[in-house]
């Protein structure tokens, strides 16, 4: 059994997503923040969000016996890589903090 870190992070990150947009409309803030023809649309993007957080659960950890069978080439860790990550998790943590606070 191996636990595959960039899987777990993009899980975590599906996690929050779908939880941001839980709390926004559950305290009723993403009625302010967008037209309201497009509410049902955000909810349903929310709820897509939990679901591939859930298929994405099933690869955080691999097998010994299936890792054999495939041929993973590993990812090199670059600043590109680094910069790209930073990039998409900045908004998330900014509105937790924006709307937590």
């Not at 777990?8 to 939880?19: D, I, N, P």
């Not at 691999?62 to 790209?84: F, M, Q």
């Not at 998409?88 to 606070?101: K, M, Q, W």
Request: with cysteine.
């Amino acid at each position: 059994m191996k636990l595959e870190l960039e899987r777990l992070f993009a899980a975590c990150t599906l996690f929050m997503f779908s939880m941001l947009i839980f709390y926004l409309d559950y305290t009723e803030v993403l009625y302010q923040l967008v037209q309201p023809n497009y509410i049902r649309v955000i909810q349903l993007t929310s709820v897509c969000f939990l679901f591939l957080f859930f298929i994405q659960l099933r690869t955080v950890v691999t097998d010994d016996r299936r890792r054999e069978k495939k041929v993973v080439a590993k990812a090199v860790i670059t600043c590109n890589r680094i910069l790209s990550f930073i990039i998409f998790i900045l908004p998330i943590v900014a509105c937790y903090f924006l709307f937590l606070s």
